[in-house]
């Protein structure tokens, strides 16, 4: 029987100081305790701001050139990763393959614990290929301890098929090494209950994910201003978003925006190139995709020719 690894120097598993007394607390002190500690998250982000901007470009050009971006990870983090992948389709129109997530255990574990799983190092590595994973991908693999099997045997996977590959931990590197393109380490301390990395591991990684996947698709030029013009227009409350993003843009009024928006199908991108430059629709088109989606870069060419 293969030995127990210990696992208590790890950052996440250590007691915090500051919780010893966790269950005398008042529930005003527990908010107010919860509260000083959430307050490390965003100091963690500060620090690894150069390693998520090294993230975000390594992505970005990976899927402007055709490639994919995979989260993988367990349990919490697993489930995180899912869900940042599963929020890029209707906020940004992409197709559901170009941002994934891989949880060990596969869907079932998103709302039935599976953590055994995770300790699957060969699990992690067939993952990948069975995603045909290669050159021109991404792959994230999220390991608040850094020690994950399922993850690390994804990392190996998609090193082996030339894949750009990014480790997000939230222990130092001294405690968990990888050997990854882009190494990132959120350094929120020890939780306030001992061990539960579902607490500032898991919102400062929430916090990490919302970074990559939001500036990567502003590289991808999903965004115009602060504008989500690439929003699939799927139910009445987007189309309320998408009708408001065309008043503001344009200045037209509501019932003129339906107008254009319909005549676009249903594409606020398209609709705003179709205003500023009198294009029909397939014409609009056209001009995007000579400008690799660049609504403000197709615009300009158009006006400067």
């Known amino acids: 029987m293969t030995e127990l690894q210990d696992r208590g120097h790890l950052l996440t598993e250590q007691v915090n100081p500051n919780s010893i007394n966790l269950d005398k607390l008042s529930s005003l002190e527990l908010v107010d305790l919860f509260n000083q500690e959430d307050a490390k998250v965003l100091a963690a982000i500060a620090m690894a701001r150069a390693e998520l901007a090294a993230a975000i470009d390594i992505t970005a050009t990976a899927l402007r050139s055709g490639g994919r971006l995979f989260y993988v990870g367990a349990g919490t983090s697993g489930r995180l990763g899912v869900l940042d992948a599963a929020e890029c389709p209707p ?18 574990a998103l709302v039935r614990s599976s953590e055994d799983l995770e300790d699957r190092f060969e699990d992690g590595y067939e993952a990948i290929a069975m995603r045909h994973i290669g050159q021109h991908d991404v792959v994230l693999g999220i390991t608040a301890g850094g020690t994950t099997p399922f993850v690390l045997g994804a990392i190996e996977a998609a090193r082996s098929r030339g ?34 990395t579902r607490l500032k591991a898991g919102t400062v990684t929430k916090l990490a994910l919302n970074i990559i996947s939001t500036s990567v698709m502003v590289k991808l030029g999903k965004v115009y201003g602060n504008r989500m013009v690439d929003v699939a227009v799927t139910n009445n409350k987007l189309r309320d978003r998408s009708l408001r993003i065309l008043q503001d843009l344009t200045r037209l009024s509501r019932s003129d925006c ?13 609709a705003l190139v179709m205003h500023w430059t009198g294009l029909d629709k397939e014409e609009a088109q056209k001009l995007l995709d000579a400008n690799q989606g660049q609504l403000r870069t197709a615009v300009e060419t158009y006006k400067s020719q």
Do not use: H, M, W
Not at 91 to 108: D, K, M
Not at 181 to 196: F, H, K, N, Q, T
């Open 91 to 108: 906020t940004f129109c992409t197709p559901p393959e170009l941002v994934q997530g891989i949880i060990a255990g596969g869907a079932g």
């Open 163 to 196: 894949a750009s590959t990014i480790f997000l931990a939230c222990v130092p590197a001294e405690q968990a090494p990888a050997n990854t393109d882009v190494d990132i380490r959120l350094l929120v301390g020890p939780e306030i209950l001992a061990g539960s």
């Open 258 to 270: 339906a107008y254009l928006l319909d005549a676009a199908g249903l594409s606020v991108k398209r």
